[in-house]
């Protein structure tokens, strides 16, 4: 199997990358827009498509700890290095949280998780009115909603400077950061 090398990532490092990247801001964006839109019927798809992602995330978790972290391509100064690997670990533990505290607050507050039609986490249907449903843990589900808001927000500025940082190293340093991202 082939490893990442300082000159070039490997076929697993790319993929996994570009499907959670694409991944991640599809669902930072359909997230923010049906809560602040109250699109209610994209609930589902976005839990569905959340849950699936789980798995690729943690395949690429296991694949950072057998690999390492990508050695840097360019001559980068060390506070350059400091924030690329601090964005680089909000990334990955983001990834990571958002799906997590997505699923807890769903499954604890009652609401119940289904992934395109199937059922996971049943919904706990409140028996006086059919149309609500009934917290098992009102408290914690509360708290996982606010770590989904907080983490979600967070996340999106990271991935901001993430991408402005590969495009400096493009445009500015004109190094293979981007290109090795992209190709062999
Ligand atoms: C990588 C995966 C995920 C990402 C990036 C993500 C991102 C987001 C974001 C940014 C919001 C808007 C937050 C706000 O404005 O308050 C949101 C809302 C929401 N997410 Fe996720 N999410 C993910 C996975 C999940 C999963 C797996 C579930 C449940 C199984 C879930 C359930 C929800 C629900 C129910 C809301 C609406 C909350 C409300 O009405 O205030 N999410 N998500
Ligand atoms: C258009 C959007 C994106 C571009 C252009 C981009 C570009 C890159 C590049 C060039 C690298 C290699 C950095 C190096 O060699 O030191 C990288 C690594 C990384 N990126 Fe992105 N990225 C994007 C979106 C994302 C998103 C949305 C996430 C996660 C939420 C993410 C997470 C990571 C992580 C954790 C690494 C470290 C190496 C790895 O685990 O593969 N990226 N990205």
Do not use: C
């Not at 990247?21 to 976005?46: C, D, N, P, Q, R």
């Amino acid at each position: 199997m082939q490893l990442d090398t300082s000159t070039t990532l490997s076929p697993i490092t790319r993929t996994l990358h570009w499907i959670v990247a694409v991944g991640m801001i599809s669902l930072l964006a359909i997230g923010v827009f049906m809560v602040e839109t109250k699109t209610y019927s994209l609930y589902s798809w976005h839990k569905s498509f959340g849950f699936i992602i789980f798995f690729v995330v943690l395949l690429r978790v296991f694949w950072r700890i057998k690999n390492g972290w990508p050695q840097a391509a360019g001559n980068y100064t060390k506070l350059e290095h400091i924030l690329s690997k601090l964005v680089h670990w909000l990334l990955i533990v983001g990834t990571l949280l958002l799906p997590l505290s997505g699923f807890l607050m769903s499954s604890l507050g009652g609401n119940g998780v289904e992934v395109f039609g199937l059922e996971v986490v049943a919904r706990n249907v409140d028996p006086a009115n059919p149309q609500k449903a009934l917290a098992h843990y009102p408290q914690v589900a509360s708290f996982f909603h606010s770590v989904h808001h907080w983490a979600g927000y967070a996340i999106i500025a990271s991935v901001f400077l993430h991408v402005a940082g590969a495009l400096k190293h493009h445009i500015i340093d004109k190094d293979s950061t981007l290109k090795r991202m992209l190709k062999e």
